[in-house]
T-cell receptor, first 114, second 113 residues
Framework: DAGITQSPRHKVTETGTPVTLRCHQTENHRYMYWYRQDPGHGLRLIHYSYGVKDTDKGEVSDGYSVSRSKTEDFLLTLESATSSQTSVYFC?????????????FGEGSWLTVV | QKEVEQDPGPLSVPEGAIVSLNCTYSNSAFQYFMWYRQYSRKGPELLMYTYSSGNKEDGRFTAQVDKSSKYISLFIRDSQPSDSATYLCAMSGGIQGAQKLVFGQGTRLTINP
């Protein structure tokens, strides 16, 4: 357990509404990530953060924004949700080990856009 | 063509069998290779982590990396029903800074008692 909590765990929302997913970590990790997981695509990186107020885009960032105002919280926002954003969203952190940084994932947030 | 290719299966084997899971990749810059196990409706769990070419063993699990062929494998010996899960390979080019992993699409494995 890497001390990651995602909320909400399940959400159904309507097309066009804003949605914010929250990732909270308790172990002061510098790097945090948001991935989405879809059938046939595996996990794909949306955005990541390398410190407070320091974020960058991943592979599939269109339609998403992020914010990190505190070390422990990394927020993912869908400004205007679309059906193509129905997915499972995973937050992750990097933990430094003897062989380098390894990534640990949270339990996921299931989002359905109707 | 995807950067990382993984046969999605599904793969079904009897208990006690040796399981071989594989991924191929196209980016020669990848140096760090991981295998994750994911149970249904759970987050991926790091199983094995290897650097460059070679083998790494942990209990019933062995990870192999062949960089010359751009091919990685995960072997599970004496497979158990509790090994039934989706297995994802992942890789990245560096260990410093942000680790931007590239994943295969996962292989769904079922071990039949």
């Amino acid at each position: 357990d890497a001390g990651i909590t995602q909320s909400p765990r399940h959400k159904v929302t309507e097309t066009g509404t804003p949605v914010t997913l929250r990732c909270h970590q308790t172990e002061n990790h510098r790097y945090m990530y948001w991935y989405r997981q879809d059938p046939g695509h595996g996990l794909r990186l949306i955005h990541y953060s390398y410190g407070v107020k320091d974020t960058d885009k991943g592979e599939v960032s269109d339609g998403y924004s992020v914010s990190r105002s505190k070390t422990e919280d990394f927020l993912l926002t869908l400004e205007s949700a679309t059906s193509s954003q129905t997915s499972v969203y995973f937050c992750a952190i990097s933990e430094r080990g003897s062989s380098g940084n390894t990534i640990y994932f949270g339990e996921g947030s299931w989002l359905t856009v109707v | 063509q995807k950067e990382v290719e993984q046969d999605p299966g599904p793969l079904s084997v009897p208990e006690g069998a040796i399981v071989s899971l594989n991924c191929t990749y196209s980016n020669s810059a990848f140096q760090y290779f991981m295998w994750y196990r994911q149970y249904s409706r759970k987050g991926p769990e790091l199983l094995m982590y290897t650097y460059s070419s070679g083998n790494k063993e942990d209990g019933r699990f062995t990870a192999q990396v062949d960089k010359s062929s751009k091919y990685i494998s995960l072997f599970i010996r004496d497979s158990q029903p509790s090994d039934s899960a989706t297995y994802l390979c992942a890789m990245s080019g560096g260990i410093q800074g942000a680790q931007k992993l590239v994943f295969g699409q996962g292989t769904r494995l079922t071990i039949n008692p």
